[in-house]
């Protein structure tokens, strides 16, 4: 791989086959190479880009504004397309931006939302629980009574914790 990359280009006038360089991120080809000139790349207008090395003689035009919900990640400018993102809390669906998901009492969240992704949320295992509806919380583990020298006085499920109590003393 050679540096700049090279095309190959006809010279209609000479009848040869050059090896011209390409024009780099940036730029646009203005004009191909001869047997006495490099190529000639002029740089992209505004609100137009390039991205890569490349031989077209245009350059690409930036996406337009972001959406509502959406802020800028990356502005618009010669080597780079504008990249538009979801706020906090939401995700992009086909072109919306929608609401993380929540996941209710007795499920989890094992994976949280991204800007490109909904909440995953799971049913909260055996020896878990989760009592609110919450789109960052995961499964808890159920409190171990005896650990802090506690009786379990009710039994945990997927929505309530252990209820511990301490000992009764018979007198």
């Known amino acids: 791989e050679t540096f700049p990359p090279k095309y190959l280009h006809y010279d209609e006038e000479t009848s040869h086959q050059l090896l011209c360089d390409k024009c780099p991120p940036g730029t646009y080809l203005k004009q191909h190479c001869t047997a006495k000139w490099k190529t000639v790349c002029a740089p ?5 880009y390039t991205d890569s090395w ?3 003689d245009e350059c690409l035009y930036c996406s337009p504004v972001c959406k509502e919900l959406q802020y800028v990640k990356q502005e618009c400018n010669r080597t ?17 931006c929608l609401k993380h998901r929540s996941c209710p009492p007795g ?3 094992v994976q949280a939302g991204t800007p490109e992704r ?5 049913r909260c295992p055996d020896g878990f629980f989760s009592n609110e509806t919450s789109s960052k919380a995961p499964c808890r583990k159920h ?11 009710q039994k945990g ?15």
């Not at 802090?148 to 006085?153: C, I, R, S």
């Open 118 to 122: 909904n909440t995953v949320c799971k």
């Open 107 to 109: 499920f989890g969240v």
């Open 157 to 171: 499920n997927a929505t309530h914790d252990n209820i511990c109590s301490h000992h009764h003393h018979h007198h």
């Open 54 to 56: 490349h031989t077209s």
């Open 143 to 153: 409190t171990n009574c005896s650990v802090f020298g506690l009786l379990l006085t």
């Open 80 to 96: 780079h397309n504008r990249v538009c993102e979801c706020k906090e809390g939401r995700y992009l669906e086909i072109e919306f």
């Open 44 to 48: 992209c207008p505004d609100h137009y």
